[in-house]
């Protein structure tokens, strides 16, 4: 998740905020994308079974909420149901669990490695 959100890292106010309706609007794309395109079967893309897809969601949001308590910025899950939904079934799968970072690992290495002041 952090090399394409960096800008929310960085940024601060307004220009902070602008990022995130990009980035909610990526969202709203990738959504209407998948619904158009493939018949998602719930709780993974492939229907029962992990698959390459749910592997880059996962490991890309799957920790979104470790992001957003280190950044302070939080994502309209209401807006985005139905990618939520899908992160939320691929945090409860037994792989995935056992394959993400803990929450307060990513917290603090997020806040180290972006929001600790340099040397």
């Known amino acids: 998740m952090l090399p394409r959100n960096y800008p929310i890292i960085a940024l601060k106010g307004k220009e902070q ?24 079967r719930s709780p993974f893309f492939n229907g029962e079974t992990l ?15 470790a992001f957003s308590e280190a950044v302070g910025v939080t994502f309209d899950q209401e807006k ?22 803990p929450h307060d690992r990513v917290v603090a290495r997020i806040r180290e490695k972006f929001l600790s002041p340099k040397a």
């Open 17 to 40: 905020e602008k990022v995130v309706e990009n980035f909610s609007e990526l969202l709203s794309v990738f959504e209407e994308g998948i619904a158009r395109d493939f018949q998602l």
């Open 51 to 65: 698959g390459f897809l749910d592997i880059m969601v996962a490991s890309n949001s799957g920790n979104y909420k």
């Open 80 to 101: 985005h149901s139905a990618f939520f939904k899908w992160v939320h079934a691929l945090q409860d799968c037994h792989l995935i669990k056992e394959t993400l970072p």
